[in-house]
């Protein structure tokens, strides 16, 4: 079970031998009238997706920059609700697709069914829940396949081969490749060992695998994308947004590809 869409976009671009860039923005962080316009710049500057997390009070995964913004949306009044609502008003033109990052406790307290079937209604192609146990995910995954909104897993460099196979073989979309030991953030370098877990990563599975966590330059997304399908960059583009340096996201996308 797969999101159609969100698939053809990634095949699309690397069919053409491009690299797949999925930024991530914070929904809210900017007011919810201006996503729309949002999602398209990113579009625009060459986004094959657009991760959309959702602020959350206890943001685990998240180091400072994301952290930050999550609680400037929080103040601006962002809830699930107010981000499914502001997508459904645009769901029938929207082309990119939209990756809905985020944590259990929301989609607990929004009810699986009820987030499944309104992500459906918004037009949501993917979903990341970093503190889904690969154990109990039919908690969500079920109500998500009803929906064809694809389910993408994490894998961890720290963990064992029989897991990381296992988690590659499940994967919907795209394979998301956590780079780092930690939490979001930039980093100046990654470790040495991130290629050949990355090229792991690709005997694994046919599906994209894209590396995230830790990129904030272009020569890194190119060191990293030389070994797997594309990036994922959270922090820095955050920051970018927040700083009003739309050009600098521009550049920042563009010279990634
Ligand atoms: O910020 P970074 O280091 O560029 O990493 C991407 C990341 O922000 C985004 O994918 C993300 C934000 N919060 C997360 C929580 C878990 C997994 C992924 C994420």
Known sequence: MSNLKLDQALAEKLENNKKVIVPYIMAGDKPLDQLEEQLEFLQQS??????????????????PTIQDAGQRSLKNGTTLTTVLETLKSFADTRTVPVILMTYLNPVFKYGTEKFAKDCADAGVNGVIVPDL????EGIITDDLHQNNISCIRLAAMTSPDDRLQK?????????????VTGTTGARRAHDNKVKGYLQKLKQYTDKPVLAGFGVSTSSQAHNLADACDGVIIGSTIVNFLHQNETKNVQKLIQESI
């Open 46 to 63: 060459g986004a094959a997706a657009v991760e959309l997390g959702i602020p959350f009070s206890d943001p685990v995964a998240d180091g």
């Open 167 to 179: 988690i590659a073989e499940r994967t919907e979309g795209f394979l998301y490749a956590v780079s």
């Open 133 to 136: 146990p690969l154990e109990e």
